[in-house]
């Protein structure tokens, strides 16, 4: 009986305790890099990823800021999270897009190719572009492993998964001060769980007294 005591007190307080809850993070810090260009910044460009060309590699670098949501301390459920970027000119259709997260720290206004943070080999969230608008990532597990500490938050890079290729669409960025509707951003939905843990133990300790 103690067992299923513990059980429920543990139920009930993760009901009390913890809450539900989504925000919206549109980005402030995002620019391109451009393989043709390496020693050139793009940090106050109005596009993330241009038509440069044919055999041009033009990746976007954005990052999200979760400290005013998340304390390191604290303990998360991340249960859906998706990253989203705006097509204006030249849609693709059916072309794959990939995130892939920055494994080192970079700056907005000094990124350029030759400096460009590294990445995995392997996408973080792959998608099928679809013609202009919004375009999403399903990035749940890679903003789970950032709130849990697992992972540095150091951004991502958004790449055409079959780069180098021609034509590239325009992906807005956060400079871009005609579309400020359209901006890079990150939509978090997830649970808080931060006070459970003390408050259960409190309880279980007492069911043993």
């Given at each position: 009986?103690?067992?299923?005591?513990?059980?429920?007190?543990?139920?009930?307080?993760?009901?009390?305790?913890?809450?539900?809850?989504?925000?919206?993070?549109?980005?402030?810090?995002?620019?391109?890099?451009?393989?043709?260009?390496?020693?050139?910044?793009?940090?106050?460009?109005?596009?993330?990823?241009?038509?440069?060309?044919?055999?041009?590699?033009?990746?976007?670098?954005?990052?999200?800021?979760?400290?005013?949501?998340?304390?390191?301390?604290?303990?998360?459920?991340?249960?859906?999270?998706?990253?989203?970027?705006?097509?204006?000119?030249?849609?693709p259709?059916?072309?794959?897009?990939?995130?892939?997260?920055?494994?080192?720290?970079?700056?907005?206004?000094?990124v350029?190719?030759?400096?460009?943070?590294?990445?995995?080999?392997?996408?973080?969230?792959?998608?099928?572009?679809?013609?202009?608008?919004?375009?999403?990532?399903?990035?749940?597990?890679?903003?789970?492993?950032?709130?849990?500490?697992?992972?540095?938050n150091?951004?991502?890079?958004?790449?055409?998964?079959?780069?180098?290729?021609?034509?590239?669409?325009?992906?807005l960025?956060?400079?871009?001060?005609?579309?400020?509707?359209?901006?890079?951003?990150?939509?978090?939905?997830?649970?808080?769980?931060?006070?459970?843990?003390?408050?259960?133990?409190?309880?279980?300790?007492?069911?043993?007294?």
């Amino acid at each position: 009986m103690k067992v299923l005591a513990i059980f429920t007190t543990l139920f009930l307080f993760a009901v009390v305790l913890s809450y539900a809850d989504e925000v919206t993070i549109v980005t402030n810090k995002d620019s391109q890099v451009v393989n043709t260009m390496p020693s050139s910044n793009w940090g106050t460009h109005d596009y993330i990823t241009d038509n440069w060309g044919s055999g041009v590699i033009a990746r976007g670098i954005v990052e999200f800021d979760l400290t005013d949501e998340f304390d390191p301390s604290g303990y998360y459920v991340i249960n859906s999270a998706v990253m989203s970027f705006y097509v204006l000119y030249n849609p693709p259709s059916d072309e794959p897009w990939g995130v892939y997260h920055n494994l080192e720290s970079w700056e907005e206004m000094v990124v350029t190719w030759s400096n460009k943070p590294d990445i995995p080999d392997d996408a973080d969230s792959i998608t099928n572009y679809d013609g202009a608008g919004w375009q999403d990532f399903d990035v749940t597990d890679l903003v789970q492993q950032w709130v849990d500490g697992v992972l540095e938050n150091y951004g991502i890079q958004l790449r055409a998964e079959d780069e180098p290729s021609n034509p590239y669409c325009y992906n807005l960025s956060s400079d871009n001060s005609s579309y400020p509707d359209y901006w890079p951003e990150l939509y978090i939905d997830y649970s808080d769980y931060t006070n459970i843990q003390s408050e259960s133990f409190g309880k279980i300790k007492a069911l043993f007294k």
